[in-house]
């Protein structure tokens, strides 16, 4: 079973606006972290955000927000005012269990256009 | 505060040539690893080093594949002979400790391109 999923196809968005990008995953382990990340067309990976599977508060970065939902095992996360830099892929990712001595699990990714 | 580095960015060869990729992480991070990603993809995990020692390898990390970090700090990765399949992005990424929700800080990739 996929670990991570990312089914949204390229998603639009008009700039200015907000827009959330689907992220549910799969494990039974109840330690967990799951980070989002963005790739520009240059190809660098940048983190975003991260959410523990502990934290009772959803993760807030500035313009990025993670929607929780560790009942239904989802992990969205939320752009508001998008901006043209925006447009790039975006990874949602897990690590299992949450510390640093594991490797992250990536989904397939989101393209995201935003449009002046 | 110099970023995760990699080199060569691009590297095209011919099938069945040997290549060598280096990434120099972030200076206090300790922990290395390495990922590839294909084209629509997301990254896949390799290989993991704490300090010179390689905790973790996937199984997509073939006996063609090899991944040093001689003296906790740099790394490289070769692949012998390489095949078609090897086409892809090279990932390289450090952390610096195992607090929970540290990041792992990535370099701009190496792309691989098999003739």
């Known amino acids: 079973a996929q670990k991570i999923t990312q089914t949204q196809p390229g998603m639009f968005v008009q700039e200015k606006e907000a827009v959330t990008l689907d992220c549910t995953y799969d494990t039974s382990d109840p330690s967990y972290g799951l980070f989002w990340y963005k790739q520009p067309s240059s190809g660098e990976m940048i983190f975003l955000i991260y959410q523990g599977s502990y934290d009772q508060q959803n993760a807030t970065e500035g313009r990025y927000s993670l929607n929780f939902q560790k009942a239904r095992k989802s992990a969205n996360l939320v752009i508001s005012a998008s901006q043209l830099g925006d447009s790039a892929m975006y990874f949602c990712a897990m690590r299992e269990p949450r510390g640093a001595n594991s490797k992250l699990t990536f989904g397939k990714g989101i393209t995201l256009s935003v449009r002046p | 505060d110099t970023g995760v580095s990699q080199n060569p960015r691009h590297k095209i060869t011919k099938r069945g040539q040997n290549v060598t990729f280096r990434c120099d992480p972030i200076s206090e991070h300790n922990r290395l690893y390495w990922y590839r990603q294909t084209l629509g993809q997301g990254p896949e995990f390799l290989t993991y080093?704490?300090?010179?020692?390689?905790?973790?390898k996937s199984r997509l990390l073939s006996d063609r594949f090899s991944a040093e970090r001689p003296k906790g700090s740099f790394s490289t990765l070769e692949i012998q002979r390489t095949e078609q399949g090897d086409s892809a992005m090279y990932l390289c990424?450090?952390?610096?400790?195992?607090?929970?929700?540290?990041?792992?800080?990535f370099g701009d990739g190496t792309r691989l391109s098999i003739l």
């Open positions: 080093f704490q300090n010179e020692a390689q905790l973790e």
């Open positions: 990424a450090s952390s610096a400790d195992d607090r929970e929700g540290q990041p792992q800080h």
